[in-house]
Every structure is written in structure tokens, then in C-alpha cells.
């Protein structure tokens, strides 16, 4: 079975600068995809970014981006220009190709991002 | 697009009574549906997985018989939890399949169950 490890329980940046949040990874399959999730207060999910784990090239979304080392079993969200609306939980996911199992996402326990004005 | 309907946003129900949750697909057929708990400052916890016109598959120690899953349509997938007991207050999140290709999901807006 595959687990997602966020170490990172909460983390605190200042509007304006840089946060990176930590995602580490175990499976055995070469095959994957890789997701974080915002979590506001509303509760709702809302996807930030993914990455395929056959692209060697880290994804990036605007003021979004991963440093995905797949030896590693690595997957870290950088968020450049903090803004207050980024405050929220943070969720690394994991998902098996289709056909692989089970396609419904594995989620690490998430780190709260505060951000100070 | 893609988006998924989930009601109600919360509810509150007594011990021994059932509960039920719908989501559905407003603009697509969502063949399959993951349904999710989340219990307070905790991880979402894949419970089981509907698919159109076949039994659900439930993850290991999630109750079948507690958490009744039915998918009966293209467009609808209902949880209901059956003899609600206080432990079973948490956070309930369904999510299907985008369509049109790529891996990526939507999610329903959530139900907070509260048994009291």
C-alpha cells in the first residue's frame, strides 16, 4: 500500500515571501501521479498542482511549484509571493495509474499554512 | 465544468437514525465515485469506491452494513449511514473522476455529520 508522509504539521511565512511544504512518498509502482490540495476554511478541495510521475520536469502553476525527485520519493510544494488567500491546509495526494488497483487518492495528513501580514 | 453537487452541507441526526448523502455529477456521467471521511484537523481517509450498476468497494474497516453505498445512476451517488452513532460525526467529502481524459478529480463541497 502506498503512504504519503507530510512532516510538516504547520508552517508559518510572511505575505510576500517564500514557503516550500515537504511531501515524502512510498510505493512500488513506477507509476504515479502526485497532487497537492488546498483546503481552505470552506472546506472545499481545490486542486494546486500535480505532476506525472514519467515527466521528468516539475510542474508549476503560477506562484505554485513542486520539486518532484522521483528517486527520492520527494514531492515539495514551493509557494513564491505569499498572499493571505493562500492560507489554508495543505494536502499532498498520491495516485496509482488507472488500471493499477484502486484509483481513489491516498492523502498525507496535511500541513496548516498560516500566513502573517 | 465537471462539477459535483454534494447535499446536504451538514446535517444533524439522534443515535439510530440514518442519514443519507447525494452527490451528484451536474455536467458529466461519473461512472465511479470515491467517497472520504475526515474527522477534525485530520487527512481525508478514502472509505469506498461506487461505481454505476455495480456493488461498492469498501476500504478495510470501513462497514459495509453502517456505510451503504448505492450508484444507480450516471448522475448519482448516495452514502447512508445507517444507525448513526456519535462516533460516526465527521466530515464527509465525495469525488469523482474529471472526464475527457487526464487523472484529475472533483470534489463535492462536503457534509459535516453531527450525531448527537
Not at chain 2, 475526515?38 to 474497516?61: D, H, I, V
Not at chain 2, 445507517?82 to 472533483?106: L, N, V
Amino acid at each position: 500500500a502506498q503512504t504519503v508522509t507530510q512532516s510538516q504539521p504547520e508552517m508559518s511565512v510572511q505575505e510576500a515571501e517564500t514557503v516550500t511544504l515537504s511531501c515524502t512518498y512510498d510505493t512500488s509502482e513506477s507509476d504515479y501521479y502526485l497532487f497537492w490540495y488546498k483546503q481552505p476554511p470552506s472546506r472545499q478541495m481545490i486542486l494546486v498542482i500535480r505532476q506525472e510521475a514519467y515527466k521528468q520536469q516539475n510542474a508549476t502553476e503560477n506562484r505554485f511549484s513542486v520539486n518532484f525527485q522521483k528517486a527520492a520519493k520527494s514531492f515539495s510544494l514551493k509557494i513564491s509571493d505569499s498572499q493571505l488567500g493562500d492560507a489554508a491546509m495543505y494536502f499532498c495526494a498520491y495516485r496509482s495509474p488507472p488500471g493499477g488497483g484502486a484509483d481513489g487518492l491516498t492523502f498525507g495528513k496535511g500541513t496548516h499554512l498560516i500566513i502573517q501580514p | 465544468g465537471a462539477v459535483v453537487s454534494q447535499h446536504p452541507s451538514w446535517v444533524i441526526c439522534k443515535s439510530g437514525t440514518s442519514v443519507k448523502i447525494e452527490c451528484r455529477s451536474l455536467d458529466f456521467q461519473a461512472t465511479t465515485m470515491f467517497w472520504y471521511r475526515q474527522f477534525p484537523k485530520q487527512s481525508l481517509m478514502l472509505m469506498a469506491t461506487s461505481n454505476e450498476g455495480s456493488k461498492a468497494t469498501y476500504e478495510q474497516g470501513v462497514e459495509k452494513d453502517k456505510f451503504l453505498i448505492n450508484h444507480a445512476s450516471l448522475t448519482l451517488s448516495t452514502l447512508t449511514v445507517t444507525s448513526a452513532h456519535p462516533e460516526d460525526s465527521s466530515f464527509y467529502i465525495c469525488s469523482a473522476p474529471k472526464q475527457g481524459g487526464g487523472y484529475g478529480y472533483t470534489f463535492g463541497s462536503g457534509t459535516r455529520l453531527t450525531v448527537v
